[in-house]
């Protein structure tokens, strides 16, 4: 479980994530349903923006990891 940031992608209380980005669409997440749209990207939902972000972030960590151990 990653930390949430406060107003970041992750705050489910961020305007960021509200109604007001909604597109309309459903997210493109193969089976989900929920309504697409977030402040970060307009084709996934809240919670599998969420996912997405938390694992391009953690992608970068490990780089980070690895290229400071060198
Ligand atoms: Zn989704």
């Known amino acids: 479980m990653s930390k949430i940031i ?5 705050d ?8 007001k ?7 493109i997440e193969l089976g989900c349903n929920n309504p697409a749209g977030t402040a970060w990207s307009p084709y996934w939902c809240m919670d ?11 992608q970068f960590e490990d780089m980070v990891e690895k290229f400071n151990s060198k």
């Not at 406060?6 to 992750?10: A, P």
């Not at 980005?21 to 997210?27: A, I, L, S, V």
């Not at 599998?48 to 953690?58: A, E, Q, V, Y």
């Open 6 to 10: 406060k107003d970041g992608y992750n």
């Open 12 to 19: 489910k209380e961020c305007e960021g994530n509200s109604q």
């Open 21 to 27: 980005y909604h597109t309309g669409e459903k997210c």
């Open 48 to 58: 599998c923006n969420i996912k997405r972000m938390d694992k391009i972030s953690k």
